[in-house]
C-alpha cells in the first residue's frame, strides 16, 4: 500500500483500487477503510484512493493522541491531495468521513471538484437526529425476525438504560443476511482511542462549515438509505439542501451501507453522478 507523510510527520497510508480518474475516498469510523472494500464496484469506474485514517489500517499511531480530532485530520486529507500532485480532488465519504469532507470544502474549497456523501454523519454541520426520527425509521422494519430483539435494544439505548449495540446492529443493512453479519464485523472501530477523540471537545464548529458549504459552488451527492437508521433520510435531505448545487438520492431497500445491500444501484448512482 502507498503511503505519505502527514504535516506532523505521521506517516499514512491508502488503499488503491481501480483504475481510471482518481476519486479519494474517507471511510467512517473513524477506522481501517478494508470495510469499504471497492464500493461494490466503484472501482471499474474510477481509481479509488482509500485513505486509513491516522491511527487506523497501515496507517501510523501519530505523537499526539489530540491529533486525531476531526478538525486537525483535515490537514491529512490536504497532504493526500498534494502527494498525488492533484490541484483539485472529487471526494468520497461515508458516514464520520463526511465530518473530515466537509470540514475539508469548508477550508480547501478550491481543491474540491464533486463531492460524493454516502449515508453521512451530520456532526460537522449540527444537523441534529431525534430519537423519534430514529424509531420511525426503525419501525419500517418491523416485519423482521430479528426486530422485537433489536427495538428493544435500541428503546434502552435511546433511554440510557442500554448498551447492547451489537443487538441493534441489523437495523445497518437492507437485509440482515449472511454476506451482512460479514460486513458489519469488518466496520467494528480497530482503535477506540481515534474514536473518542475524533469528536471531542472542539473538533466541529458547524456555523462556520454550514456558511462555508452554501459559499461552496461545487457538486454534490448525498445518498441516503431508505431504512438507515443511523443517517435517516429525512436528516440527509437536510444535509443536502445546506448546498447550492446538492443532489439528494435516498436508495430503497439500504441501510447504513448501500453498497453492501444493492451494489448495481450504488454503483449506477455514484458513477452517474462523478462521471
Do not use: K
Not at 471537545?201 to 443511523?230: H, Q
Not at 448545487?245 to 445491500?261: F, I, K, L
Amino acid at each position: 500500500m502507498p503511503t505519505f507523510s502527514a504535516p506532523d510527520g505521521t506517516l499514512l497510508s491508502y488503499r488503491v483500487h481501480g483504475e481510471g480518474e482518481p476519486l479519494v475516498c474517507l471511510p467512517g469510523g473513524p477506522t481501517d477503510s478494508a470495510y469499504l472494500g471497492e464500493l461494490g464496484g466503484l472501482s471499474a469506474h474510477r481509481r479509488l484512493l482509500v485513505l486509513d485514517p491516522r491511527g487506523t489500517g497501515r496507517s501510523a499511531v501519530p505523537a499526539d493522541p489530540s491529533s486525531y480530532r476531526c478538525d486537525r485530520m483535515v490537514e491529512d486529507v490536504e497532504a493526500l491531495r498534494t502527494h498525488l500532485g492533484l490541484p483539485r480532488i472529487d471526494l468520497l465519504a461515508h458516514c464520520a468521513g463526511a465530518n473530515l469532507a466537509a470540514q475539508y470544502v469548508a477550508r480547501h474549497p478550491q481543491h474540491v471538484g464533486r463531492l460524493a456523501l454516502i449515508t453521512p454523519s451530520t456532526r460537522a454541520v449540527g444537523i441534529a437526529i431525534s430519537g423519534e426520527t430514529r424509531q420511525e425509521t426503525a419501525r419500517l422494519r418491523a416485519g423482521e425476525p430479528w426486530y422485537p430483539a433489536a427495538s428493544a435494544a435500541l428503546q434502552a439505548i435511546a433511554a440510557g438504560t442500554g448498551s447492547d449495540w451489537e443487538a441493534i446492529a441489523p437495523f445497518g443493512y437492507g437485509r440482515w443476511d449472511e454476506a451482512a453479519q460479514r460486513h458489519h464485523v469488518t466496520t467494528l472501530p480497530t482503535n477506540p482511542d481515534v474514536v473518542g477523540v475524533f469528536g471531542s471537545d472542539g473538533a466541529f464548529a458547524p456555523e462556520a462549515t454550514r456558511a462555508a458549504l452554501a459559499a461552496w459552488e461545487g457538486a454534490v451527492l448525498v445518498l441516503a438509505g431508505e431504512f438507515d437508521l443511523n443517517s435517516p433520510p429525512p436528516a440527509m435531505a437536510e444535509f443536502a439542501a445546506l448546498f447550492p448545487d446538492a443532489t439528494y438520492v435516498e436508495q430503497p431497500g439500504a441501510g447504513h451501507n448501500p453498497w453492501v445491500d444493492d451494489p448495481g444501484r450504488f454503483v449506477a448512482t455514484t458513477a452517474a453522478f462523478l462521471n
